[in-house]
């Protein structure tokens, strides 16, 4: 499972997990499953967290429409955090095109997770711990969590 998500409604924050090899179309997947949640919002602030993903395997024209989508919006911040300096650099080609595109929500890539939560006006992760996931494919007038916490699996 390339991707895993929270959504932490009263902290208007997404949490996303990639693992292992992720591809353009897991990206895509991804991103089309977090917007049709109900408790998703797209001014909701978003930690992407990369430290287990492997290689990401997608080629220029793709990271350029990835950059296209418009799947947050001002005032949020997407941060992206890597270790990989392969991922690195894929994620930054993408956020380079991002940004000449016209985008007007902040993302930045970190290899740090201090910094990239302090960017993101976090001093540390919710515990999610004690919420069971939701599983994808639900009825759309299912409720959340009770506690606020939103979870899918990806593809």
């Known amino acids: 499972m390339p991707y895993t998500y929270v959504i932490h409604k009263e902290r208007r924050l997404v949490v996303s997990t990639a693992s292992g090899r992720v591809t353009f179309p897991e990206i895509t997947a991804h991103l089309d499953q977090l917007v049709r949640e109900p408790d998703f919002h797209p ?8 430290t287990a993903a ?3 395997d997608m080629s220029a024209d793709e990271a350029k429409a990835i950059a296209k989508r418009r799947d947050f919006a001002p005032p949020s911040r997407r941060a ?4 990989v300096p392969s991922i690195y650099g894929m ?5 380079t095109h991002h940004e000449i595109d ?13 910094e990239a939560l302090a960017w993101l006006g976090l001093e540390g992760l919710p515990d999610f711990s004690k919420s069971k ?5 639900r ?11 939103s979870f ?4």
Do not use: M, Q
């Not at 992206?80 to 270790?83: A, G, S």
């Not at 009825?139 to 916490?149: F, H, I, Q």
């Open 43 to 50: 001014t909701f602030n978003h930690f992407i967290d990369w």
């Open 54 to 56: 492997t290689s990401l």
């Open 80 to 83: 992206f955090f890597t270790t």
């Open 91 to 95: 994620l930054r080609l993408t956020l």
């Open 102 to 114: 016209g985008a007007r929500e902040l993302t930045c890539v970190f290899y740090d997770r201090k």
């Open 133 to 137: 996931p939701r599983k994808l494919g």
């Open 139 to 149: 009825a759309k007038d299912e409720k959340s969590a009770t506690d606020g916490l």
């Open 152 to 155: 899918g699996r990806g593809i």
